[in-house]
């Protein structure tokens, strides 16, 4: 049987109607420009079907596995709110200690050799209270003389002590 051209015209635009705009896909990885792990993303139809499904970096929404992603959220969402309650307690703990006292050779008009690092500061933490903090979510000044100073420290992404810090001579 052949076809008119106004009959495949028509036959094609009906096609063009069925076919989805966008797909929705549940990554299974971190992408970027796209998404994080258990997002729900809408991509192009080809781009779900060519690359992200066969990569196995997406698997297509449906409702046991959006069941999946949001149990997974909500074990996230309280694995953050155990690591928040546990930085408020470090905080406590560390602001009760006051300040914290580090000794260094001193040279001439109270200047030390050498300076305070964040080491210095996480061995005088550890000293005090027992805790081990990260070195790198410590903030301190420039220190190369005696006297009192403030240190920044970043227990959570929502909590930071203020721990004063004495530099005596040793």
Not at 65 to 77: A, G, S
Not at 129 to 151: K, M, W
């Amino acid at each position: 049987m052949l076809l008119k051209p106004t009959q495949i015209n028509q036959i094609l635009q009906e096609k063009r109607k069925t076919m989805a705009k966008r797909v929705q896909l549940v990554l299974n990885q971190d992408i970027s420009k796209l998404g994080k792990s258990g997002d729900l993303v809408e991509v192009a139809p080809g781009y779900a079907r060519n690359y992200l499904i066969p990569q196995k970096l997406a698997t297509n929404a449906t409702p046991g596995i959006l069941k999946q992603v949001e149990r997974r959220r909500e074990q996230e969402r309280q694995r953050q709110l155990e690591l928040r309650q546990q930085a408020l307690e470090q905080k406590e703990s560390l602001e009760k200690v006051g300040s914290l006292t580090i000794a260094k050779p001193v040279g001439e008009n109270e200047a030390i050799f050498g300076t305070i690092t964040t080491q210095d500061v996480v061995d005088a933490i550890k000293a005090a209270t027992g805790q081990e903090i990260d070195r790198r979510g410590i903030t301190i000044p420039d220190i190369n003389h005696l006297g009192t100073y403030q240190a920044e420290i970043k227990l959570h992404s929502e909590v930071a002590a203020q721990v004063d810090i004495q530099v005596v001579a040793s």
